[in-house]
């Protein structure tokens, strides 16, 4: 199992995103490459995230490269996995977990429930209340395109688990990459997977997070 210890990030202002982008460049960027169903998706695009919180916010920063994007999904709530869409899914207990996702123009995805089929959908204003800033870069000699994606989670849209406290705390978390609908299809992980078939909502595969 994964295992990752989540630092505090020293910003001013925890809701400037440029600078908690910035801040989040600073820190050793771990990798998302696991790939437990390469044998019938073998392209794995590069991925790395970075982490850090404060108070009262998670930071969370993606770096991707991959060979092309798709970026269809536009609504809250709506397919951003069908898109080049990155993914944090966490835990804060036994019962249940909360899923965020987001493709790469910054629509976001936000679940929870104890299982993939027993999902529910947290309300628009509690999504949109996650900040989210997105860059792309092609690179046409690289035959590859380059994008990145900060966003800043209010502790508060954890809706089932406030108040919530992250300093000292330990959770069990996993870090994805996907793109259901891409011309190369491809499911990669932080933490490893034991499912036959892709499936990112298996939390007995979780890593562990521990917050300073």
Not at 4 to 26: F, P, R
Not at 55 to 66: M, W
Not at 73 to 101: H, M, P, T
Not at 185 to 204: E, K
């Amino acid at each position: 199992m994964k295992k990752l210890t989540i630092n505090k990030l020293s910003l001013n202002n925890t809701q400037d995103i440029k600078a908690a982008g910035v801040a989040l460049d600073a820190l050793v960027k771990q990798p998302v490459a696991e790939a437990p169903w390469m044998a019938s998706y073998p392209y794995k695009p590069t991925v790395h995230f970075a982490m850090g919180h404060q108070a009262d916010r998670l930071f969370l920063k993606y770096y991707v490269t991959e060979k092309a994007i798709r970026a269809v999904a536009n609504q809250v709530n709506g397919k951003v996995w069908e898109d080049s869409c990155v993914e944090f899914f966490i835990a804060f207990d036994n019962n249940a977990y909360y899923n965020l996702e987001f493709n790469c123009i910054g629509t976001a995805l936000i679940g929870f429930g104890p299982s993939k089929h027993e999902r529910n959908m947290l309300p628009a204003p509690v999504v949109e209340q996650v900040a989210i800033h997105t860059s792309i870069n092609r690179q046409p000699a690289a035959g590859t395109i380059h994008w990145e994606l900060t966003i800043i989670i209010p502790l508060s849209i954890f809706l089932h688990h406030q108040p919530l406290t992250l300093s000292g705390k330990d959770c069990r978390a996993n870090f994805y990459k996907c793109g259901d609908l891409l011309p190369d299809p491809h499911f990669v992980a932080w933490s490893g997977i034991d499912s036959s078939t892709p499936n990112f909502h298996v939390p007995a595969s979780f890593g562990s997070l521990h917050f300073e």
